[in-house]
């Protein structure tokens, strides 16, 4: 699978947008770009995820560029509740068995009051 | 609507006891993943499930680690001979299909403490 660099940690100022970069730069065709993030003493929760185009849900955003080496999370009004590791992975799909996420250290966004 | 369930929420073994934890995915959900996360690190990943055929355990990091899902459900993590290395959160996780493009929803976790 491929793997992803992301910044270990980044603030932002409540009720601004967040903007999560995530390079990816050894990507294939078929893998996913997915985006958990993780509060303190709780399981990862599922943000978004896409292939080739970009998506847009109640969450977030996700904007991946056209050659696919690099995408960035959009969190449009950031509030305190979005403090949390944010880790961005590939996930291949290729029919195989276990189609599993691999975790790195992801970035810890500090959304500051 | 109901998550992924995983209990006990909080464990404390003896060096050398047997534990079994226990995860609940959503119902209908076809596959099912336990992690293992160390403080401070990344979830990394033990096992997988479609139904109930355990079809990758390649993350498993010893012999004292067995996971079972008899009838599809409801999946339990054992760990036999508990070592102080084991200490950690155990994430269970679903999906409705499986592949790629379903998205997995975790649990909160067991957290395991082994003194």
């Known amino acids: 699978d491929a793997k992803t660099t992301q910044p270990p940690s980044m603030d932002c100022a409540e009720g601004r947008a967040a903007n999560l970069p995530c390079n990816h730069s050894?990507?294939?065709?078929?893998?996913?770009v997915y985006w958990y993030r993780q509060i303190h003493s709780q399981g990862p929760q599922y943000i978004i995820h896409?292939?080739?185009n970009n998506e847009t849900n109640e969450m977030a955003s996700l904007i991946i560029t056209e050659d696919r080496k690099s995408s960035t999370l959009i969190l449009p009004h950031a509030t305190l509740r979005d403090t949390a590791v944010y880790y961005c992975?590939?996930?291949?799909?290729?029919?195989?068995?276990?189609?599993?996420?691999?975790f790195g250290t992801g970035t810890l966004l500090a959304v500051q009051p | 609507g109901a998550g992924v369930s995983q209990s006990p929420r909080y464990k404390v073994a003896k060096r050398g006891q047997d534990v079994a934890l226990r995860c609940d995915p959503i119902s209908g959900h076809v596959s099912l993943f336990w992690y293992q996360q160390a403080l401070g690190q990344g979830p990394e990943f033990l096992t997988y499930f479609q139904n109930e055929a355990q079809l990758d355990k390649s993350g498993l990091p010893s012999d004292r680690f067995f996971a079972e899902r008899p009838e599809g459900s409801v999946s339990t993590l054992k760990i036999q001979r508990t070592q102080q290395e084991d200490s950690a959160v155990y994430l269970c996780?679903?999906?409705?299909?499986?592949?790629?493009?379903?998205?997995?929803?975790f649990g909160n976790g067991t957290r395991l403490t082994v003194t």
């Open positions: 896409g292939l080739k």
């Open positions: 992975i590939v996930r291949l799909s290729d029919g195989g068995a276990t189609n599993k996420l691999i």
């Open positions: 996780a679903s999906s409705l299909g499986q592949g790629a493009n379903s998205p997995l929803h």
């Open positions: 050894t990507i294939s065709g078929n893998e996913y």
